[in-house]
């Protein structure tokens, strides 16, 4: 058991781009969760799945992310026409199921320039 | 009103004191807890969770949850340097989710 991995570490790209992260989840977890956060600030939630299922989609959210977890297993984050608003930590981290805990990935930085 | 709701800080406590750390949540459908502890630029980790009302004890570390008055407590015992971090406080609510608070940031002052 490895944890939970993300990729890329750190991402810099220039507004406009689209960019796509992904994260592995420990591989006995059927729930996995998107946060983005900045600093000073607690993980604000994206959304998350329940095996391949998205469950929830943070109203906060624009039209310019999408979330999939193709087959329940790995899933992938990604962000259109990036704005410099976006720049921030997305974590991803995975749980057994409800009302257990979260174990985090390391996180993917991303600066939009 | 936010789900979950801490007091930014920071709180200052010197090494050896107790330090207690609050969190207020709104959804009453709420049935478990967490208290994360994050380091500068690190992830957030598990420290301790509760799911029941009353307190419970690890170590250094002991949650109170009061479901009534909704709000859940972390105290840290006998605080060191190394406890320095911000603490997050997570419920995942009634509908599952997990929410944050913004986290309170905890220095202590040799």
């Known amino acids: 058991d490895t944890g939970v991995s993300q990729n890329p570490r750190h991402k810099i790209t220039k507004r406009g781009q689209n960019v796509t992260f992904r994260c592995d989840p420990i591989?006995?977890?059927?729930?996995l969760y998107w946060y983005r956060q900045t600093l000073g600030q607690g993980p604000e939630f994206l959304t998350y799945?329940?095996?391949?299922?998205?469950?929830?989609k943070s109203r906060l959210l624009s039209d310019r992310f999408s979330a999939e977890r193709p087959k329940g297993s790995f899933s992938t984050l990604e962000i259109q026409r990036t704005e410099q608003g976006d720049s921030a930590m997305y974590l991803c981290?995975?749980?057994?199921?409800?009302?257990?805990?979260?174990?985090f990935g390391s996180g993917t930085q991303l600066s939009v320039l | 009103q936010k789900e979950v709701e801490q007091n930014s800080g920071p709180l200052s406590v010197p090494e050896g004191a107790i330090a207690s750390l609050n969190c207020t949540y709104s959804?009453?459908?709420?049935?478990?807890f967490f208290w994360y502890r994050q380091y500068s630029g690190k992830s957030p980790e598990l420290i301790m969770f509760?799911?029941?009302?009353g307190d419970k004890e690890d170590g250094r570390f002991t949650a109170q949850l009061n479901k009534a008055s909704q709000y859940v407590s972390l105290l840290i015992r006998d605080s060191q340097p190394s406890d320095s971090a911000t603490y997050l406080c997570?419920?995942?609510?009634?509908?599952?989710?997990?929410?944050f608070g913004t986290g309170t940031k905890l220095q202590v002052i040799p």
């Open positions: 997570a419920s995942p609510g009634g509908y599952q989710k997990v929410t």
């Open positions: 509760i799911y029941s009302n």
């Open positions: 799945f329940q095996n391949e299922a998205q469950l929830e």
């Open positions: 981290a995975s749980s057994p199921g409800p009302n257990e805990k979260l174990f």
């Open positions: 959804d009453r459908g709420s049935q478990s």
């Open positions: 591989s006995e977890h059927n729930r």
